[in-house]
């Protein structure tokens, strides 16, 4: 079934550093979404990207969707310690369900 | 606005007992997600509904686990008997499923369950 692998699976910054989690699919997707999971929270929708080599922006984050639609970054800028938290991306299975990565843990020490 | 709710946020119980789980999805969402979330599994769909309708279970474990949505405002999720490897946070989730392939979902805070 339909897969992707997310990585890296932790990620320790220094305040200030910046931070790229990665995730991957064998097969082309029909889009990506990206989830942020605070430390003891929920998951909260952050974007979607449906175009090849789309390009977006919410502040300090940018994310993007490869130009073969099989891979997708997630960057953060100058990281603060409210970045922490667990980013997940989502694609669609060939069966309509969403299935999540296995998540990049991002801590920030101050 | 309201968002998603659930109920108990905390559940201890012994092996062996019931364990009923509930959520109320935004109104006005059509379709319905229960999802299981432990450290070794990550986050994995249980069951989804659409218009009141389960569409897939797949991913629920075993017989143990049962799911039902008798209205659009309300589904629970059944473990008949617990074991200790239920023990995790189980998550509900809405979207309007008007796409599917697209929706946003939103999250509930989660049921911690512990089975001791």
């Known amino acids: 079934g339909q897969q992707v692998m997310q990585i890296p699976q932790y990620q320790h910054v220094q305040e200030g550093e910046d931070f790229t989690t990665y995730c991957n699919s064998s097969?082309?997707?029909?889009?990506i979404q990206w989830y942020k999971q605070r430390p003891g929270g929920h998951p909260v929708f952050l974007i979607q990207l449906v175009k090849s080599g789309e390009v977006k922006k919410q502040k300090r984050l940018t994310f993007q969707f490869g130009e073969a639609k099989k891979n997708s970054s997630l960057h953060i800028t100058a990281t603060q310690t409210t970045d922490v938290g667990t980013y997940f991306c989502?694609?669609?299975?060939?069966?309509?369900?969403?299935?999540f990565g296995q998540g990049t843990t991002l801590q920030v020490k101050p | 606005d309201a968002g998603v709710i659930q109920s108990p946020r905390h559940e201890v119980t012994e092996m062996g007992q019931e364990v009923t789980l509930r959520c109320k999805p935004i109104?006005?969402?059509?379709?319905l997600f229960w999802y299981r979330q432990t450290m070794m599994r990550g986050l994995e769909l249980l069951i989804y509904f659409n218009n009141n309708v389960p569409i897939d279970d797949s991913g629920m474990p075993e017989d143990r686990f049962s799911a039902k949505m008798p209205n659009a405002s309300f589904s629970t999720l059944k473990i008949q008997p617990s074991e200790p490897r239920d023990s995790a946070v189980y998550f509900c989730?809405?979207?309007?499923?008007?796409?599917?392939?697209?929706?946003?979902?939103?999250f509930g805070p989660g049921t911690r369950l512990t089975v001791l």
């Open positions: 109104s006005g969402h059509n379709s």
């Open positions: 989730a809405s979207t309007t499923g008007h796409r599917l392939s697209t929706d946003t979902q939103y």
């Open positions: 097969t082309t997707l029909s889009n």
């Open positions: 989502a694609v669609i299975s060939n069966t309509g369900k969403l299935i």
